[in-house]
Structure formats: structure tokens, C-alpha cells
């Protein structure tokens, strides 16, 4: 993905966590992405989504007041064009199917977290 294109390429970022909030802001806005908020649960992360219509969600699914799996859902229906990525300290496989039964584009460790994984995500998508 070229840089030009992740300079347009806006993203919500929601994480019950301010220092993982802060280093995903951080890693992609150093690499062109425009991150356009952060949110700290779900209800944030839909209020937020559902204003602002960011490209792309980086998403946790261990939030306070709900699972990311149900806001990626409610993102989904929503809009079918934004690309949802979840994120977690824990191995997908530790959530079963729920990953897949979410709609999110992908899942992605926190510990694998990169711009470029990001890119190859949301190529083609937006």
C-alpha cells in the first residue's frame, strides 16, 4: 500500500487500555494512517464509529462494558465498509469461532501489531 493512500486511510482505535490506545496511535500514524479517535469500550467505539465513518477499527475484544465480537457485529451492520481488525493480548484461538462469526476483516495480537499488517488488511478495501 502506498503511503499516499494510508495518509487517507482514517482510524478509530478502541482499547480499554490508554497505553495500548497510545502505542497503535503512535506505530500508525508514524507510518501515514490518520487516526481520527480513540475509544475506551464499546458503546465509545459505536458513538465514535457511527459519527466519524473511519476506514478502519482497530478493535479489542475484552472491553469493559462489552465484547469487541458485539461491536464488530453492530460495526458491521452499520457499514459494510468499514474494515474491522481485532486485537487481543490472547491467541485467536483462545476465542473459538467468535472471530469469524463477528464479520471483523481479520484478528490480529497485539504482540504482531504493525503498520504494514494493518495495510495488508485494508488493501483493496478502501
Known amino acids: 500500500m502506498c503511503d499516499d493512500l494510508r495518509a487517507a486511510v ?3 482505535v478502541v482499547d480499554d487500555h490508554p497505553s495500548f490506545r497510545r502505542f497503535a496511535r503512535e506505530l500508525l500514524e508514524a507510518d501515514g494512517f490518520v487516526v481520527v479517535a480513540e475509544a475506551a469500550d464499546g458503546a465509545s467505539a459505536v458513538a465514535a464509529a457511527q459519527a466519524l465513518r473511519p476506514d478502519v ?3 479489542d475484544v475484552l472491553l469493559p462494558d462489552t465484547s469487541g465480537f458485539e461491536v464488530a457485529e453492530r460495526l458491521r451492520s452499520d ?3 468499514t474494515v474491522v481488525v481485532l486485537t487481543s493480548s490472547r491467541s485467536a484461538d483462545d476465542f473459538g469461532d467468535a472471530p469469524a462469526r463477528s464479520g471483523a476483516r481479520a484478528f490480529i495480537a497485539k504482540a504482531d501489531l504493525t503498520a504494514t499488517a ?3 488488511l485494508v488493501e483493496g478495501a478502501v
Request: charged share 15%.
Open 10 to 12: 482514517t482510524v478509530l
Open 57 to 59: 477499527v482497530l478493535l
Open 79 to 81: 457499514s459494510s465498509d
Open 118 to 120: 494493518v495495510a495488508e
